[in-house]
């Protein structure tokens, strides 16, 4: 597996793992009913480093980062990772993010937050606190889960100074 | 004091007290140098519902409310909220709040989530405890303050279903 920036020629291989996790709207606070257009629009935005995780020359992940903030909070970044459904289970969501504080920390960011990890979702919150992230706030029914209605959402915050 | 929807004739006035709490940099996460246009395009923002305070045909405070996150996300609104310096301590915050709670049950959100209260702004947490808003994280050291370094920041948040 390699990661490395994305480019427009990824766009299909993006939309086509984005698009199931959209549609299924268990996981993420992005529109359920979104374009392929606006989705790589939002995901390569320009203020967002994108990467894709590829191989046998297919991609099966993706996170970009960004500022969680502006200005006296710029110093704290956010980002969001998707991993194909047919890679999922073989550490492709660990690396991703391996690489992504990586990255953070070459960039000079002091911390990374993830703004509403919903609390359903164990596998993501267990697998973040051993990527040494730790919830630190409650948002009560904070998500609209499709089959458990509204559910928490945590913050979490891995400080990358240490 | 009336508190009514923003108009492009109100930029003047709105500028005159977003400009010295952009500057000052100590209790929002905007860039400190943010030019009037980014500064009146981010408050007014399309997505955006932005209301002033006049009193006496002057501008005396101001607030936007927009979802926080889309989709799973977007039954829980945010708000930013600036007074005048020469109106300060008039309880004009207070009142925004109250309107923008009003504006945000009419809409049919079911919460009202603060992201970054920066912890030495004792005032703002106090006032927003008063308004029925929990502290329900808190980010260490998310927040560069001018004066004391890097402060935590609290997210705060206020249930509107009960």
Same mark, same amino acid.
């Given at each position: 597996?390699?990661?490395?920036?994305?480019?427009?020629?990824?766009?299909?291989?993006?939309?086509?793992?984005?698009?199931?996790?959209?549609?299924?709207?268990?996981?993420?606070?992005?529109?359920?009913?979104?374009?392929?257009?606006?989705?790589?629009?939002?995901?390569?935005?320009?203020?967002?480093?994108?990467?894709?995780?590829?191989?046998?020359?297919?991609?099966?992940?993706?996170?970009?980062?960004?500022?969680?903030? @502006?200005?006296?909070?710029?110093?704290?970044? #956010? /980002? &969001? !990772?998707?991993?194909?459904? +047919?890679? %999922?289970?073989?550490?492709?969501?660990?690396?991703?993010? @391996?690489?992504?504080?990586?990255?953070?920390? #070459? /960039? &000079? !960011?002091?911390?990374?937050? +993830?703004? %509403?990890?919903?609390?359903?979702?164990?596998?993501?919150?267990?697998?973040?606190?051993?990527?040494?992230?730790?919830?630190?706030?409650?948002?009560?029914?904070?998500?609209?889960?499709?089959?458990?209605?509204?559910?928490?959402?945590?913050?979490?915050?891995?400080?990358?100074?240490?």
């Amino acid at each position: 597996m390699v990661i490395r920036k994305i480019k427009p020629a990824d766009y299909d291989g993006l939309w086509a793992i984005l698009k199931p996790v959209l549609r299924a709207g268990a996981t993420y606070t992005l529109p359920r009913n979104m374009s392929r257009e606006n989705a790589i629009l939002y995901w390569d935005a320009a203020a967002h480093q994108t990467f894709v995780a590829i191989k046998d020359n297919q991609i099966i992940g993706t996170y970009y980062l960004r500022d969680n903030q @502006a200005g006296p909070g710029d110093h704290v970044c #956010n /980002c &969001g !990772y998707v991993v194909a459904d +047919f890679a %999922a289970g073989k550490g492709v969501a660990k690396a991703l993010n @391996a690489h992504s504080v990586q990255t953070a920390e #070459n /960039c &000079g !960011y002091r911390a990374m937050q +993830f703004n %509403a990890v919903v609390s359903t979702n164990t596998r993501a919150v267990t697998l973040w606190q051993r990527c040494g992230f730790d919830i630190v706030g409650t948002l009560p029914g904070a998500f609209l889960h499709p089959d458990d209605g509204y559910v928490d959402a945590y913050i979490m915050y891995r400080d990358l100074t240490g």
